[in-house]
C-alpha cells in the first residue's frame, strides 16, 4: 500500500519561504506521477504541481515563478520550494501520488499540512 508523509508547513509571513516535503513509501517511486494539491477554506482542491517519474514539471499559473517541485529518487521524496509567499497561498496542502494499476490511475493522497501567510 502506498504511503504519503508530508511535513513542513507553518506559518510564514508574507514574502517568505516554506519547503513542503512528501516521504513516499511502498511503491515504485519512478512509476508515480507526483503531485502537490491545496484546498483552502470554501474553495475547491486544485492542483499546485506536478512531477512525473520522467519528463517535465509543471505549474500553476498563479504559483509560477514562485514555486518548484523536484524528486529526489534516492530519498523517494518530493519537495515543493515556496517563495514569495502570499496571503492568497494559505491553505492545507495535499501530497498526491497517481500510480498506473493496469486497468486505470490509482490516487494516493497524504494527510496534508497546513500553510499559513500571515503578518
Known amino acids: 500500500q502506498v504511503q504519503l508523509v508530508e511535513s513542513g508547513g507553518g506559518l510564514v509571513q508574507p514574502g517568505g519561504s516554506l519547503r513542503l516535503s512528501c516521504a513516499v513509501s511502498?511503491?515504485?517511486?519512478?512509476?508515480?506521477?507526483m503531485g502537490w494539491y491545496r484546498q483552502a477554506p470554501g474553495k475547491q482542491r486544485e492542483l499546485v504541481a506536478a512531477?512525473?517519474?520522467?519528463?517535465?514539471?509543471t505549474v500553476a499559473e498563479s504559483v509560477k515563478g514562485r514555486f518548484t517541485i523536484s524528486r529526489d529518487s534516492a530519498e523517494n521524496t518530493v519537495y515543493l520550494q515556496m517563495n514569495s509567499l502570499k496571503p492568497e497561498d494559505t491553505a492545507v496542502y495535499y501530497c498526491?501520488?497517481?500510480?498506473?494499476?493496469?486497468?486505470?490511475?490509482?490516487?494516493?493522497w497524504g494527510q496534508g499540512t497546513q500553510v499559513t501567510v500571515s503578518s
Open positions: 498526491n501520488a497517481k500510480l498506473w494499476n493496469g486497468l486505470g490511475w490509482s490516487d494516493y
Open positions: 511502498g511503491g515504485i517511486f519512478s512509476d508515480m506521477t
Open positions: 512531477a512525473p517519474g520522467a519528463g517535465s514539471t
